[in-house]
């Protein structure tokens, strides 16, 4: 069996972390860009670590302006940012869009072109610009994964870089810095922690030649990574409601950053599946947040592939706290099921794509769009044609869950 482990050069997990950002951020480069949204920038405590930056080296400036899905209009403008300081390091303090955004800046500081020279996996030729990652969310795992995704205008799905060369150098995760993240927004990102979860933990398991191990990003699933996908879907399954309900629940906000970095963890290595390459064509189309749109189509994908990983499922129902003693293995996949469509319904996910605005007549064509998405459908452990994939969105559509 061949594995490979990657990741920041440092993380840092816990409260009261964010008080090392100055320091780690000097010893990076004296010339900083810093990458967040208007909201953050109006946060006292977000305001308290940029004056400590500022403090601390020879040049900040902040590009504030980062909007959800990262157009490429964005880059454009964070990279001119970055040129304007002559900036030698990043600092990106968000959620996944601002984490995103600042990956790809540093690609294009460092290497040129555009991000469209970078489309598809292993496109970037060497390390960029040193990042230090800074998440208010806990959901996308940006601050550990090799990957950044972009919306292109040119194209009616979402775009992805995927490069170990993306990773950012230092990930600074701290539960404190979450505790004003709205519900909705710690609902619809605290699920696309758990999409990771449970999609890296049911991903299909994959041979390898040598070389893939740096050709590649997404490998599939092996047994470290099935560690980090149980533990991630333990935290978030006992403290997502939780978080959701009282966004001052210290504990919750914990087990949700730490689940949301064992996630990332996770899938790095082993990789999304059906859920997230649907939400590319369907997300770009609808114009609706990503952890909304995988969320809601998690339970249809895995009811879809549930021969193929009924054992797993299983397992997953114990991990979240389910009392399956004496039951057999189909009974506890089926409780498992159930429950995330109840997990689903409290924290206020849509139950069909109907809800979001998706025309029926348009599944066909996403489910083409997304069985070209290769980097991600391969890692589905169902079948990947696309009838299969028009299947699951039919089943999203009418909201028909009969088969768990």
Request: charged share 20%; hydrophobic share 45%; with cysteine.
């Amino acid at each position: 069996m061949l594995e490979t482990v990657r990741g920041p050069r440092q993380l840092m997990v816990g409260e009261g972390v964010a008080e090392n950002i100055p320091r780690v951020v000097a010893e990076c480069g004296l010339r900083v860009l810093i990458v967040t949204d208007r909201v953050l920038l109006g946060q006292p405590r977000v305001a308290e670590l940029i004056a400590a930056v500022q403090d601390n080296v020879a040049a900040v400036g902040v590009f504030a302006d980062a909007t959800p899905d990262v157009p490429l209009t964005d880059v454009d403008l964070a990279v001119s940012a970055a040129a304007d300081v002559d900036a030698d390091v990043l600092l990106a303090i968000g959620g996944g869009t601002v984490i995103d955004l600042a990956k790809i800046v540093g690609v294009i500081r460092r290497y040129g072109g555009t991000p469209r020279d970078y489309y598809g996996e292993s496109k970037v030729p060497g390390p960029t610009m040193p990042l230090v990652a800074v998440p208010t969310t806990s959901g996308t795992g940006s601050e550990l994964t090799p990957v950044s995704v972009l919306t292109d205008p040119e194209r009616e799905l979402k775009v992805g870089v995927s490069s170990v060369h993306i990773v950012p150098d230092f990930a600074i995760v701290d539960p404190e810095l979450t505790y004003t993240c709205p519900a909705t927004v710690t609902a619809h990102s605290g699920i696309d922690a758990f999409c990771h979860a449970v999609e890296s933990y049911t991903s299909a398991p994959r041979a390898h030649e040598p070389r893939d191990l740096v050709e590649q990003v997404f490998l599939g699933r092996n047994p470290i990574t099935d560690h980090y996908s149980l533990q991630a879907a333990e935290r978030i399954a006992r403290s997502l409601r939780r978080a959701v309900r009282d966004g001052g629940d210290a504990q919750a906000r914990a087990d949700m950053s730490y689940g949301s970095v064992l996630a990332g963890l996770a899938f790095s290595h082993a990789g999304n599946g059906a859920p997230h390459a649907l939400q590319y064509p369907i997300g770009a189309a609808t114009h609706t947040p990503h952890g909304l749109g995988v969320g809601l189509l998690l339970p249809y994908a895995l009811i879809a592939a549930r021969a193929a990983i009924e054992d797993r499922l299983a397992v997953l129902a114990g991990v979240c706290g389910l009392d399956v003693s004496g039951a057999s293995e189909s009974e506890a996949a089926s409780e498992f099921l159930d429950w995330l469509v109840g997990l689903l319904a409290d924290i206020g996910i849509p139950a069909t794509l109907g809800d979001i605005g998706v025309d029926r007549a348009d599944l066909p064509r996403f489910a083409e769009m997304a069985s070209g998405v290769t980097r991600l459908i391969q890692n589905h452990p169902g079948p990947t044609d696309t009838v299969a994939l028009t299947a699951i969105l039919e089943a999203a559509w009418a909201g028909d869950t009969s088969a768990r």
